[in-house]
C-alpha cells in the first residue's frame, strides 16, 4: 500500500512554472516561479524561433516523501522544446510515496516535452501524472521512456508499486486518458502486463493525418530489443514500445520525432545539443 506523507514529515516539495511567449518572431521564457530543487537552464536557440530548454532537478534522485510539480504554459504562436540534461531516478521507499505532477497548458501553440528515460529503483512507491491541455490549433509531441529496475545490471523491480497516468485534452475534450499500475509479480510478468519486460515507453504527437500514420508504421517493425505498436485516436499518434533497452526506445522514438516533426509543426527536426553529450 502506498503511504500519504504523515502531517509534520516532508520529503523536497519542488515546483517548476514557465511560461513561454512569442515575441519578435522568436519565443522566449517570459515568467519563471521555481521552489525547491527544480531549475531550468538558460535557453538555447538551436534553430530560428524555437526556445530549447533543460529542466533540472539537482538532487539527482527523487525518494518517499518527495513530491515535484511542473507547470509549462505555450502562449499563442510559441514555440518551446524541453528535455532534461539526465535521466530521473525514483529511489526506494520504507513506504512514503514519492510523485511527479505534470501540467501543459498549450493555447495555439507548440510545445514538445522530450524528456530521458526515468528508472525505479526496487521498492520504489511512485505515481506520476502527466495532464496536457491543448487548445485551438496547438501542437504537441511528447515521450516518457520508463525503466523497472536497472536490468544492465541483472536487477529486477521487485518489490515496489507505481501508477502511471496520463491525460491529453483539446478545447477541454478527452482525446487520450491513460491509466497503468505496476504492482507485484502480476503486473510485471503477465501476458496482459509487461511480460517480464523491464522497459516501457510512450510517444504522443497531434495533430496527425492517416498519412502520417502510415509514415510511422515501418519504423515499429522487427525493433531488435523489444516491440513497438503504432496507433491513431483522435487524431492523436500513440507510439508504444515494451523492450529491455532504454537505448533502443530512445533510438526508436528520435527516428520518428525527426520524421513527424515537419508535419506536426513545420520544422525540421534540430535535436537538442544535450543530446550529444
Known amino acids: ?47 530560428a524561433g524555437v526556445c530549447h530548454a533543460y529542466v533540472l532537478h539537482p538532487p539527482g534522485g527523487v525518494v518517499g516523501g518527495d513530491a515535484l510539480h511542473l507547470h509549462f504554459k505555450v502562449e499563442p504562436h510559441a514555440h518551446a522544446l524541453l528535455t532534461t540534461p539526465g535521466a530521473s531516478k525514483f ?23 522530450l524528456p530521458q528515460e526515468t528508472i525505479f529503483f526496487p521498492n520504489a512507491q511512485a505515481v506520476l501524472t502527466s495532464t496536457i491541455h491543448l487548445q485551438g490549433s496547438a501542437q504537441y509531441i511528447g515521450w516518457e521512456v520508463y525503466c523497472l529496475g536497472r536490468p544492465v545490471i541483472g536487477e529486477t523491480f521487485q518489490p515496489g508499486k507505481v501508477v502511471f497516468k496520463t491525460a491529453l485534452y483539446r478545447d477541454a475534450k478527452p482525446l487520450l486518458l491513460d491509466r497503468l499500475v505496476v504492482n507485484g509479480e502480476r503486473d510485471l510478468f503477465s501476458a496482459a502486463g509487461l511480460r517480464g519486460q523491464p ?22 517493425e522487427g525493433v531488435a530489443l523489444g516491440t513497438a505498436g503504432v496507433t491513431l485516436l483522435n487524431g492523436v499518434l500513440i507510439v508504444r514500445y515494451l523492450g529491455n533497452s532504454t537505448a533502443q526506445a530512445h533510438r526508436l522514438f528520435r527516428t520518428i520525432w525527426q520524421a513527424i516533426r515537419p508535419a506536426v509543426n513545420g520544422h525540421v527536426a534540430t535535436a537538442p545539443r544535450i543530446w550529444n553529450t
Open 199 to 220: 522497459v516501457f515507453a510512450t510517444l504522443l504527437a497531434t495533430p496527425v493525418s492517416p498519412e502520417l500514420l502510415e509514415t510511422v508504421q515501418p519504423f515499429c
Open 1 to 47: 500500500m502506498i503511504k500519504a506523507l504523515p502531517s509534520g514529515e516532508s520529503g523536497w516539495q519542488a515546483e517548476l512554472r514557465l511560461e513561454f511567449t512569442q515575441r519578435s518572431n522568436k519565443t522566449v521564457l517570459a515568467k519563471r516561479h521555481q521552489r525547491g530543487p527544480l531549475a531550468i537552464q538558460r535557453p538555447f536557440y538551436p534553430e
Open 91 to 113: 529511489y526506494r521507499s520504507a513506504g512514503l510515496q514519492a510523485a511527479q505532477h505534470q501540467q501543459f497548458h498549450v493555447n495555439d501553440a507548440c510545445l514538445e516535452w
